[in-house]
């Protein structure tokens, strides 16, 4: 849908410290992408791209790029330092790179709570 989105809040303790998780992981691993990149220019990204790319919004991704202490302000600018090394530092404290899940094995289904919708 290319829609950004966040879940609904306030978050309880625990789904706050699961969507944190979650969120970076998922930023931490684009920024690994990104920063692997050979040409300098196609290094550079930011909090808007991120947003682009994994729909989260774009207050949940400076949130946990504070948190993470990878966005840093220097001559009244910000930036993103994704330093490979901090990078792999983080993810390996999220846990690594996660569970591998095969999209094509994921299937949807409505739950249904009454049978008048079979009729």
């Known amino acids: 849908e290319r829609k950004h989105g966040s879940p609904e809040k306030p978050l309880s303790d625990l789904g706050r410290v699961s969507y944190e998780s979650f969120w970076a992981r998922t ?3 684009k920024l690994r992408e990104v920063s692997n990149k050979p ?7 930011s909090i808007g791209d991120l947003a682009d790319t994994t729909s989260f919004t774009q207050a949940d991704i400076k949130a946990t790029l504070d948190r993470l202490q990878i966005l840093q302000y220097s001559q009244g600018q910000f930036y993103i330092n994704a330093n490979p090394k901090i990078i792999d530092y983080h993810l390996q404290r999220c846990g690594g790179e996660g569970v591998p899940v095969d999209p094509s094995k994921i299937h ?7 049978d008048k919708w079979l009729r």
């Open 27 to 29: 930023i931490l691993l």
């Open 39 to 45: 040409n300098a220019e196609d290094r550079m990204i």
């Open 108 to 114: 949807w289904t409505p739950h249904l709570t009454s």
